[in-house]
């Protein structure tokens, strides 16, 4: 597996939010984490938490649209155990 990782550009988060993104182009799905909301709230992924999106709507919504940015691993790791922490009961 061949993940690679990017968040939202910063001159994109007051209309998409705070997000980050584990992809694999061979995986029919990324993972999508949600730090906060931006002004765009379609679809179900626009309240905090961590989703599993399909391949195509990273590449057409986000990628396609060149909304995001490569970020090393560690910081991708580092915002989803904090997500986990929010989460949990």
Excluded: W
């Excluded at 550009?9 to 061979?26: I, M």
């Excluded at 599993?52 to 709507?57: P, Q």
Aim: with cysteine; net charge positive; charged share 30%.
């Amino acid at each position: 597996m061949s993940y690679k990782y990017y968040r939202v550009k910063k001159k994109y988060l007051g209309y998409r939010g705070e997000r980050y993104f584990q992809f694999d182009p061979d995986n029919d799905y990324a993972i999508q984490i949600c730090i906060h909301q931006g002004r765009v709230k379609k679809g179900r992924a626009h309240t905090y938490g961590i989703y599993r999106i399909s391949r195509n709507t990273f590449l057409a919504n986000y990628k396609g649209m060149g909304m995001v940015e490569r970020i090393p691993k560690s910081e991708f790791k580092k915002h989803f155990i904090l997500m986990i922490k929010v989460l949990k009961p």
